[in-house]
C-alpha cells in the first residue's frame, strides 16, 4: 500500500516536472492577483495590513481552484484512471497520493512564496511567520475537498467553472480561520493557537473523509 | 387499524406515479386553507408587540417559515440522496431532484423577505450576521447542487454524483455555520443572534408554526407533481407511460 502511494507520487511529480509551466502559471496567478490589490485599493500602509490576511487567502483559495480540474483530467483522457479503478489496492489511497502529490505541486509553493508577497502588504515579522502556518496547515484541506470537486465534475462540459461554483462555499471555513490567524497577529494582537488548531482540524477532518468520498465519485464516473 | 405499506412497492416510478397523484390534493387542499389561516392570523389577529408604527414585523410569518424549510428541505435532499445510493432505487433520486428547486425558493423568499426586514428595522438591506451570512451559503450549495445535476447528461452519474455532493454539503454545513457564526475562536460566547423562539407570544408563535406547516404542505405539494413530470421525462420511453390515459388522449391528439 505504501508502495503504491509513493510510486503515484513520484509519477506525478516526475510527469508535473517534464511540464513546469503548470505549477509556475498557479504560482504567478497567485502573486499577480495579490499584486493586483494594492493597486485598486491603495497603498496606505494602514489600509494594507488590514486586507493583506484576507487578500492572500482568497489569493490562494483561487490559484489551487485554477489547477484543480486537472487533478483527475489527464488520467481520465488516456485511460489511466481507469487502470487505477481496477488495481487490488483501495482506491482511497490512489486518491491520497493524487492529491498529495497535487499539494506538494501547487500547495506549497503557495506557502513558500507567501513571505515574499507578505513584504508587498509590509508585514512584520512575526505576522509573516503566522502566514506561512496558516497556508502551510490550511492548504492541504483545500487540496482534499477540492479532489471531490475535481471528481464530480470529471469530463464535463464547462467543469472549470461548475467545480468553482461547487468547490468555494465549502471552503469558507478554511478561508475563515486561515485569514483569521493571519489578522489575529496582525490587527488585534489574539493569541493564534486556536486558529492553528481548527486549521490543523479542518485538515486531518479532510484527509479522513474525502479521499473516501472521492474515490466513491470516480467510481460512479467512470461507470 | 395498522396499514402496512409495502414500500418497495411504491419505489418502483411505475406505481409511485399515480400515487403521488393522488396524495397531492390530499396535501393541496390543507396548505391553501392553512396559507390563508396562517396568513390572517399572522397580519390581523396577533396582537402588535412593537408599536402600531412598526408592522413591519409580521413579514415574520412567511420569513421565519422560509427558513425553516429551506435549511429542512436540504437534510431531505441528502437524506434522499443516501436512500437511493444505499438501496439504489431510482426513485429516491427523483424525489431529491424535484425538492431542490423548492429548496431554492425557499431559500431566496427568506433572503428577500429578510432584506426587506432590515432594511426597516436595521435600515440595511444587508448586514453579514451569522444567520444572513449561512443562508446565503446555503443557497450557493442549492445552486451548486442543481448546476452539478444539470450539467452531467448520464442520469445515473447525475443522481449518484449529486447524492454525494448533497451529503458533503450536509456534512460542512454545520462547520460553515459554526465559522461564520465565531470568526474569532479565542471569544465564542458573543452569538449575534440567539434563537428567540421560546421568548415570543404564544399567539406569535402558533401562527408561525401554522404558516410552517402550511408551507411544508405546500411542498409536498409541488414536489410530488413535480417528481411526476420527472418521472413521466425519465421513463417516457416505457411500455406503461405510454398506456397512461392522459399520455394516451395527448399522442392521439398530436396524431
Known sequence: MWRLFKTIVLRDLLLALRRRTEILMTLFFFIVVISLFPLGIGTDRQVLVQIAPGVVWVAALLASMLVLERLFAADYLDGTLEQMLLTSQPLSIVVMAKVCAHWLLTGLPLVLISPLVALQYRLEDEQIVSMIWSLFLGTPALSMIGAI??????????????????????YIPVLVYGAGAIAAGAVTNAPQQAYYMLLSAFTFLSMALAPWATSAVLRFSLE | MIVSINWFKYSSPASFYPLAGRMIPWFAVPAILLIIVGLYWGFFETPNVLSDQKQYYRIIFVHVPAAWMSMWLYVVIAGWGLIGLVFNTRLSFMMAAATAPTGTIFTFLALWTGAFWGKTSWGTWWDWDPRLTSELILLFLYIGYMALQAAIDDVRRADRASAVLA??????????????????????????QRSSVRSIESNIFWAMLTMTLAFWLYSFVVILKRVRNIILEREKYMEWVSELPEIKSQRSRDR
Request: include cysteine; aromatic fraction near 4%; charged fraction near 5%.
Open chain 1, 149 to 170: 470537486g475535481a471528481a464530480l465534475t470529471l469530463g464535463l462540459r464547462g467543469g472549470g467553472m461548475l467545480l468553482s461554483l461547487l468547490v468555494l462555499p465549502l
Open chain 2, 167 to 192: 451529503m458533503v454539503g450536509l456534512l460542512m454545513v454545520p462547520i460553515i455555520y459554526y465559522s461564520v457564526n465565531c470568526p474569532d475562536p479565542n471569544q465564542c460566547t458573543a452569538l449575534h
